[in-house]
Every structure is written in C-alpha cells, then in structure tokens.
Nanobody, 123 residues
Framework: QGQLAESGGGSVQAGGSLRLSCAVTGYTRRVGWMAWFRQVPGKEREGVAVLYDGTPYYTDSVKGRFTISQDSDKNTFYLQMNSLEPEDTAVYYC??????????????????WGQGTQVTVSS
C-alpha cells in the first residue's frame, strides 16, 4: 500500500486562492480514485472533489471554484481552490482507493489517506 502526503495549505483572505498537492508514493499499481476531503472540528469528514479516469466530481458547495487534477508523470494530484470563502476553512485530506465500494463521497471507501493540511480563510 502506498503513501500520500499533502502540501500547500495555509491562510488566505476571502476571495483568495490556494493549491493543494498530494504526492503519491510506493504504489505498485495504477492510482485509482483520487479524492479530497475536508473536516472541521465536531463535524464529519466531507468529500470535496473526486477524480477517476479523467472525470472530476465536485460537491455542490465548491463547483465552479475548485478544480481537481492529476499529473501522472509526477504521481501527484492537486486541488486548485479559487474564490475561497471562510466556510472553506478546514483540514483538507487527500485519499485514494482502487474501488469505492461505499460510494465516492464516503470516507470509508478510501484506504489510503494523507496526514492533512490546514486551510484557513479569513473574512
């Protein structure tokens, strides 16, 4: 099983942008479902964006603002976040799975997770 490591979090003002990266290492198979989740204290982990076989999926609250993408040569996938809002403040996690048995938005579908990176958006 491989490892995932996020980078790129930080603090920005509302309306700003950040790009998160997720480096994938140690895999002996092709990367499958790639996802970004986020979590705030006291709430469940929420799926934000998913990418599989070139097709992206977004939760409604980030459509038109966030973009998930992949650089296969670098074994890295990204989350470009534009027009950030204070409600986007959370710890962001990248995740990967060969198959999403419980659905692409369900955290337990994913068996590889990064350590998380904090994103803070101030008003």
């Amino acid at each position: 099983q491989g490892q995932l490591a996020e980078s790129g979090g930080g603090s920005v003002q509302a309306g700003g942008s950040l790009r998160l990266s997720c480096a994938v290492t140690g895999y002996t198979r092709r990367v499958g479902w790639m996802a970004w989740f986020r979590q705030v204290p006291g709430k469940e982990r929420e799926g934000v964006a998913v990418l599989y076989d070139g097709t992206p999926y977004y939760t409604d609250s980030v459509k038109g603002r966030f973009t998930i993408s992949q650089d296969s040569d670098k074994n890295t996938f990204y989350l470009q976040m534009n027009s950030l809002e204070p409600e986007d403040t959370a710890v962001y996690y990248c995740a990967e799975a060969m198959a999403v048995f419980w659905g692409r938005w369900v955290p337990k579908s994913y068996n590889s997770w990064g350590q998380g990176t904090q994103v803070t958006v101030s008003s």
